[in-house]
């Protein structure tokens, strides 16, 4: 990539900064109905509204001419989100239960995006071992 091709993808659009917005929006959103209700935010949160988010930007944005070529793109996100969110599964259980222990906030953080990226290269290994799925 040349140096002005790297500016012009760096250089944010109208479209990237409605992007920016709607994002940081929902964010607010779900830490404001926190306060709330916990279970009501962890909904929000748990939705695949990022996903679904960026399937709809990549959807617009496309640079493929060819509308075949830009669905498999979007097909092929939406297929290997589903393997990227599989290690991450874990925290939502280690992070309460390490809290409730009296670990520190930060430690059961940095703990448990350890632990992630274990499980991630684990689930990398294994898949490459048993399947043709190749995630890196």
Same mark, same amino acid.
């Given at each position: 990539?040349?140096?002005?091709?790297?500016?012009?993808?760096?250089?944010?659009?109208?479209?990237?900064? #409605?992007?920016?917005?709607?994002?940081?929006?929902?964010?607010? +959103?779900?830490?404001?109905?926190?306060? #709330?209700?916990?279970?009501?935010?962890?909904?929000?949160?748990?939705?695949? %509204? /990022?996903? +679904?988010?960026?399937? +709809?930007? *990549?959807?617009?944005?496309?640079?493929?001419?060819?509308?075949?070529?830009?669905?498999?793109?979007?097909?092929?996100?939406?297929?290997? /989100?589903?393997?990227?969110?599989?290690?991450?599964?874990? *925290?939502?259980?280690?992070?309460?239960? *390490?809290?409730?222990?009296?670990?520190?906030?930060?430690? /059961?953080? %940095?703990?448990?995006?350890?632990? /992630?990226?274990?499980?991630?290269?684990?689930?990398?290994?294994?898949?490459?071992?048993?399947?043709?799925?190749?995630? *890196?």
């Amino acid at each position: 990539m040349d140096k002005n091709e790297l500016l012009k993808v760096l250089t944010p659009s109208f479209f990237d900064i #409605v992007k920016i917005l709607l994002t940081a929006v929902i964010i607010l +959103i779900a830490t404001k109905l926190q306060l #709330v209700s916990d279970k009501l935010s962890a909904l929000l949160i748990a939705l695949p %509204l /990022t996903s +679904i988010l960026a399937m +709809i930007w *990549m959807r617009h944005e496309a640079k493929v001419a060819d509308p075949a070529a830009r669905i498999e793109s979007i097909a092929s996100h939406a297929y290997y /989100t589903f393997w990227f969110v599989l290690p991450t599964l874990p *925290m939502f259980l280690v992070i309460p239960w *390490m809290l409730r222990k009296g670990h520190g906030f930060y430690f /059961t953080l %940095l703990a448990n995006a350890a632990l /992630t990226a274990v499980l991630f290269w684990l689930l990398v290994f294994l898949l490459k071992k048993f399947t043709s799925i190749e995630l *890196m």
